[in-house]
């Protein structure tokens, strides 16, 4: 529900500032190999989580777009399967 939330709110926010040619971007990465995954207990497999990296350079990608293209929502995973 939350992800819905927030994506019916970025939309609301990219009309509003699209006028003033400002993009807003959701970016949605399944798990990414972090070391917050160090501190939950369990076994998870990080070897079919994506990179952080790979989630910065989707987003710089993004970003670089010529400035009349935008893309609104990004959704990162990995061929391995999410989690």
């Known amino acids: 529900m ?8 970025s939309q609301c926010v990219r009309e509003e500032l ?4 400002i993009r807003v971007i959701n970016v949605y990465p399944t798990a990414t190999d972090t070391s917050i ?3 939950i207990e369990g076994e998870w497999p990080r070897h079919k989580m994506i990179s952080p ?5 989707t987003v710089a990608y993004a970003l670089s777009r010529p400035a ?3 893309l609104e929502s990004i959704s ?3 061929l391995s ?3």
């Open 76 to 78: 990162i995973s990995s």
């Open 81 to 83: 399967g999410n989690l």
């Open 2 to 9: 939350s992800k819905f939330a927030l994506e019916g709110l």
């Open 18 to 21: 699209r006028d003033h040619k």
């Open 68 to 70: 009349d293209v935008t």
């Open 37 to 39: 995954w160090t501190h």
């Open 53 to 57: 990296e790979d989630v910065a350079s």
